[in-house]
């Protein structure tokens, strides 16, 4: 096997000979190892380590490897049926929900079969990834002093301050939080400006991952229609006036899942009738820097043109890094920020040092516009590949709108309903995100959300377009998904 051995090869080779030894006996050394299997020491020691992982060697420096000794056996299952009851069971006046409807966000994090092309995923694929920079970043932190020290709970001073410059206006390092990510953001805030029960006005269609924190909070999300230039004001300020709402969530910059970018003139408009309103507008801007090339000069943050603290803004450098650097931020101006951080430091105390470290590290290298410029790039390559497709394959497949920011293409189906079309693609090969999860009440008609961000490259996106095709009879109409 041997020049291509690999870690996995090499650990089953071990496996299949561990009973030559007896318990408790020692292993070859991994000299030994090395020559007899032709594999370098970093194979050998990573192939030990697995079978230590699994409690069949133990492995002790200086001395070796030895068999390990049988473990003792599981204890038989118990009776868990009494949980039902304890988890269903409600209390007088109970109004947050101990349930949590999870399948909207669910959808885009679970990892389809093998073969499958990835459209519905919301995150880059590791080849779009910053991998080298992250990994030179993380080893620059690691030797910083004091890295495995307690940071501050507000955050690092030096990120801090580098998220407000991002941010703009008059924010600065003081009036922002280093939070562990976007959702970890959405969450303190939602729960610091809106009390189970309340209303929470939400653009319509919006991010699944926020609806479910809404009702997991006990509060009500009631929807706000978005068009081509944003949410519509008008309709912003009758829900406002009806429900006597406190808190309103948007994205004001490429819209998830519409890729709509917020108007110039219902920018002010939004404002104005929130702080009217008497509420704080929580702005999601989480796509700034998934703009692509030809996206042009980008608006400002609301945050930046807000004078009187209604907006809480929330930002995060996850989607355009790697889904494990859960590194964001919150800003805010006025006693909001202290409710803000107490319920921060409540939840998690703070964002795991050497991740800060590490994003600094990040953000102030070189590597890091390049990086930016990169996907830019990339994303507006595939974005036109995915949109071209679906013309000459998929006519009837309509793309309301064109982004130039973001990492998706909001569709909506000539017949039948999402879910028919989401399970004919599935069959096909293809793993698609339904629409319905991104409405909080009954959506317009049948919609899917198509990521062009989760693949390897364009060619997976000609290739998913021809099974989906495939899959819809080969019709150019796609009429058979709803007859899957």
């Avoid at 690092?156 to 924010?171: H, K, N, T």
């Avoid at 497949?397 to 920011?405: A, I, N």
Wanted: aromatic share 6%; charged share 20%; net charge neutral.
């Amino acid at each position: 096997m041997y020049e291509r051995s690999s870690v996995a090869e090499l650990a089953e080779s071990l496996r299949s000979e561990l009973n030559r030894y007896p318990l408790g006996g020692k292993l070859p050394s991994s000299r030994a190892l090395v020559e007899r299997f032709r594999v370098s020491p970093v194979t050998v020691s990573r192939a030990l380590a697995q079978l230590a992982a699994e409690g069949l060697v133990v492995t002790r420096p200086g001395a070796g490897a030895f068999r390990a000794q049988p473990r003792t056996p599981a204890p038989a299952p118990g009776d868990t049926s009494w949980q039902a009851v304890a988890l269903s069971a409600e209390g007088t006046g109970e109004v947050v929900p101990r349930s949590v409807d999870a399948s909207g966000v669910l959808v885009t994090l679970a990892a389809p079969p093998a073969g499958v092309i990835e459209l519905h995923s919301g995150y880059l694929h590791s080849v779009l990834q910053p991998e080298r920079a992250m990994a030179a970043a993380l080893a620059r932190a690691g030797r910083r002093p004091g890295v495995w020290g307690r940071p501050p709970v507000e955050g690092l001073p030096e990120l801090r301050d580098w998220f407000a410059r991002e941010i703009g206006g008059a924010v600065g390092a003081a009036d922002v939080l280093v939070t562990a990510g976007g959702q970890s953001a959405l969450t303190t805030a939602l729960r610091a400006l809106a009390p189970p029960g309340a209303p929470i006005l939400v653009e319509s269609p919006t991010y699944p991952g926020l609806l479910a924190i809404a009702r997991a909070s006990g509060c009500r999300p009631v929807p706000v229609p978005v068009d081509a230039h944003g949410v519509r004001p008008e309709l912003l300020a009758e829900a406002f006036e009806a429900t006597g709402a406190r808190v309103f969530v948007c994205q004001p910059l490429f819209q998830n899942p519409t890729g709509a970018v917020l108007s110039d003139e219902r920018r002010g408009e939004v404002l104005r009738i929130a702080r009217a309103a008497g509420a704080f507008v929580v702005e999601d801007d989480y796509a700034r820097a998934l703009a692509h090339e030809d996206a042009g000069p980008l608006p400002a943050t609301l945050a930046a043109e807000d004078t009187d603290g209604v907006v809480v803004h929330v930002r995060s450098l996850t989607k355009v890094t790697s889904p494990s650097l859960r590194v964001g931020a919150l800003a805010a101006r006025g006693p909001v920020l202290d409710r803000l951080r107490a319920i921060q430091v409540v939840d998690s105390f703070f964002v795991p040092r050497p991740l800060q470290e590490a994003a600094l590290e990040l953000v102030g290298a070189p590597a890091w516009p390049r990086h930016l410029k990169v996907v830019a790039a990339e994303l507006r390559h595939r974005r036109d590949v995915l949109a071209g497709a679906l013309r000459r394959e998929l006519p009837s497949l309509e793309v309301p709108q064109l982004p130039r920011g973001g990492y998706q293409l909001w569709a909506r189906p000539g017949s039948g309903d999402d879910a028919a079309f989401v399970a004919a693609a599935l069959r096909a090969g293809v793993a698609v995100a339904p629409g319905r999860p991104y409405f909080c009440a009954e959506p317009p008609g049948p919609f899917v959300r198509l990521s062009f961000a989760g693949v390897p490259g364009a060619g997976e996106l000609t290739e998913a377009v021809r099974r989906l095709r495939s899959a819809l009879g080969g019709a150019p109409g796609g009429g058979a998904a709803g007859e899957a």
